[in-house]
């Protein structure tokens, strides 16, 4: 069964930081790109950061670019998003996507989200 699994979500004061990890289990890990993918209340889905399968190619949003770090662990199965200087309207249900294309086919799995709410 394939799971990605995410944690590390909470309630966090404006400037504060949070590490959200996605475990992931069910597939090939290290074969698949990585992403997180927020969706703040009332607004649609925005990918937030990005990371290939070998992790040594990301990408940002603007918004969050010096701010956060996408991160994974091969060996663990795991993802990271570590987030530093945190804003209120970084507030979001954070979900992690893993996605593999080649040219017979593609997959995509999500996880089922963790919240990060930024107030004072």
């Known amino acids: 069964e394939v799971q990605l699994v995410e944690s590390g979500g909470g309630l966090v004061q404006p400037g504060g930081s949070l590490r959200l990890s996605c475990a992931a289990s069910g597939f090939t890990f290290s074969t698949y790109a990585m992403s997180w993918v927020r969706q703040a209340p009332g607004k649609g889905l925005e990918s937030v950061s990005g990371?290939?399968?070998?992790?040594?190619?990301?990408a940002y949003v603007d918004s969050v670019k010096g701010r956060f770090t996408i991160s994974r662990d091969n060996a663990k199965n795991t993802a990271y998003l570590r987030m530093n200087n945190l804003k209120p309207q970084d507030t979001a249900v954070y979900y992690c996507?893993?996605?593999?294309?080649?040219?017979?086919?593609?997959?995509?799995?999500w996880g089922e989200g963790t919240l990060v709410t930024v107030s004072s």
């Open positions: 996507y893993a996605a593999v294309r080649t040219r017979v086919y593609a997959m995509n799995y």
């Open positions: 990371i290939n399968s070998g992790g040594f190619n990301t």
